[in-house]
């Protein structure tokens, strides 16, 4: 299976690292192994001690934040979501203590729990077209991922 989070070192004496989800079919969605994936990839990097590190995504959209279907067809819908909740946290907060410089490149859409993932990086460069949409009011949820944290 391919992996749906490619990481990339650049540069002479890897200079900086590219983290780039690359799942455009299901829109760059966080389900539970994405979100344990990505938090792999993360501590990888941070303990690389890379100075740089940028994300971005491929597709029309940067994430369209949680994978509400996966939630939805999980057998117990409140272990599952505290399991992909935890996991995003974890990752949220190991690049909020890292001494790393980390970058969001986005374009299209921010949805969800993928606004507070890309609002907690040191620097945002956003595409002139790009829509940053919490989303949780309009599925009846509270505002998780670190979005009340920032």
């Not at 994405?34 to 100075?51: M, R």
């Not at 995504?57 to 409140?78: C, H, M, T, W």
């Not at 909020?96 to 986005?106: E, L």
Request: charged share 20%.
């Amino acid at each position: 299976m391919k992996s749906k989070i490619l990481v990339e070192t650049v540069g002479d004496g890897n200079n900086w690292a590219s983290i780039t989800f690359q799942s455009p079919d299901d829109y760059n969605a966080f389900s539970l192994e994405f979100a344990e994936e990505l938090y792999e990839k993360i501590q990888k990097v941070i303990s690389s001690e890379i100075p740089f590190v940028l994300f971005r995504a491929q597709g029309p959209l940067f994430s369209s934040g949680a994978n509400i279907k996966k939630v939805y067809e999980a057998p117990d819908k409140r272990e599952f979501f505290a399991k992909l909740s935890a996991c995003i946290y974890e990752s949220f907060f190991a690049i909020r203590k890292s001494r790393q410089i980390f970058i969001s490149a986005v374009h299209g859409k921010v949805i969800g729990v993928a606004l507070p993932f890309v609002l907690c990086k040191d620097l945002i460069w956003a595409q002139e077209e790009t829509s940053f949409l919490p989303g949780y009011l309009n599925l009846g949820l509270f505002p998780n991922g670190g979005l009340t944290f920032l």
